[in-house]
């Protein structure tokens, strides 16, 4: 079956622009992650979603970031006003409810300029 | 969320086992321990998940003492395609994952 897919696979903007980072889930998944990760570091968490609950937002790591998650499916992390070290791999999973065994999708390789 | 730590890097060689241990000394009572692997350029994938005692699959095993206090996971007869990070987490709850650094495994020929 379709695993995680993101859009776009590359994203490349000028310091100061906005941009969207899409992420479709494996269907029938009530849970949803954002990641990113930075040129050779780890994962950091950003944002969780679970089902009707309010997200977990504890991993934002500044105003500048939000994210949606319309009707329990596609989600959006939105970055306003971007700044160089927001380049990085933002990567998205999904999974069953409160599962560890989550599926990334391919990630979104943001670069600021 | 229990912190982890792992070795930094290993070296192996094509067809030996392969262990990679880590400690977790504040791990709660409702944690799982699980790990993950990630190949350049692509997201994580989900390896294997235990509580304790012993849990084998078609990929890896881990190992988990009793105590709960490390584990240490087990890759068979490794090839070079395994070349890989290797990250070790714990979690309870909530379904976040905390990632640290993670393993880097060279496997050569």
């Known amino acids: 079956g379709a695993g995680v897919s993101q859009s776009p696979s590359n994203k490349v903007t000028e310091k100061g622009k906005d941009v969207e980072l899409r992420c479709d889930p494996i269907?029938?998944?009530?849970?949803l992650y954002w990641y990113r990760q930075s040129l050779g570091q780890g994962l950091e968490f950003l944002i969780y979603f679970q089902g009707n609950s309010a997200p977990d937002k504890s991993g934002l790591p500044s105003d500048r970031f939000s994210a949606e998650r319309t009707g329990g499916s596609v989600s959006t992390l939105t970055i306003q006003r971007t700044q160089q070290e927001d380049s990085a791999v933002y990567l998205c999973a999904s999974s069953l409810e409160r599962s560890y065994e989550q599926y990334f999708g391919p990630g979104t390789r943001l670069t600021v300029t | 969320l229990a912190k982890t730590t792992q070795p930094i890097s290993m070296d192996s060689y094509e067809g030996q086992e392969v262990n990679i241990t880590c400690s977790h000394n504040n791990i709660a009572t409702n944690d799982y321990i699980t790990w993950y692997q990630q190949f350049p350029s692509q997201g994580p994938r989900f390896i294997i998940q235990g509580y304790k005692t012993k849990v084998t699959n078609e990929v890896a095993s881990l190992f988990i003492p009793a105590d709960r206090k490390s584990s240490t996971l087990s890759l068979p007869r490794v090839s070079l395609s395994d070349t890989a990070v290797y990250y070790c987490?714990?979690?309870?709850?909530?379904?976040?994952?905390?990632f640290g650094q993670g393993t880097e495994l060279s496997v050569k020929p």
């Open positions: 987490l714990v979690a309870g709850g909530g379904g976040k994952l905390i």
């Open positions: 269907s029938g998944h009530t849970a």
